[in-house]
């Protein structure tokens, strides 16, 4: 079984950065596909980024390309997603995810590719 865990949510201004953090455990979960997933209020969750296993390639949503940067370190099971110029739209919960079976070379977009999930960090970006 696996467990992600995440942190760094938070209250910030528009235009402000954070860093959120999960923490992966469980076999086997250095060589899944890791990723984070978001959900507004009243909307459906939708992707976000994700990386490979090997962490060499990263795939992000449009809205988000050139601001967020997802990153892993498996040596110590964590994966990252440093969110920078944040606007009022990115207002969520979000979720870190592992998949255990990807395309190769690439990543799944579904929710419902993902086998993990974890209980969700709350960003707020107030305008």
């Known amino acids: 079984q696996v467990q992600l865990v995440e942190s760094g949510g938070g209250l910030v201004q528009a235009g402000g950065s954070l860093r959120l953090s999960c923490a992966a455990s469980?076999?086997?979960?250095?060589?899944?596909?890791m990723g984070w997933f978001r959900q507004a209020p009243g909307k459906e969750r939708e992707f976000v980024a994700a990386?490979?296993?090997?962490?060499?390639?990263?795939f992000y949503a449009d809205s988000v390309k050139g601001r967020f940067t997802i990153s892993r370190d498996n040596a110590k099971n964590m994966v990252y997603l440093q969110m920078n110029s944040l606007k009022s739209e990115d207002t969520a919960d979000y979720y870190c995810?592992?998949?255990?079976?990807?395309?190769?070379?690439?990543?799944?977009?579904?929710?419902?590719?993902?086998?993990?999930w974890g209980q969700g960090t709350q960003v707020t970006v107030s305008s």
């Open positions: 469980g076999r086997n979960v250095g060589i899944y596909a």
């Open positions: 995810v592992a998949d255990r079976l990807t395309p190769y070379g690439g990543v799944h977009y579904s929710p419902g590719e993902y086998d993990y």
């Open positions: 990386i490979t296993w090997r962490g060499d390639n990263a």
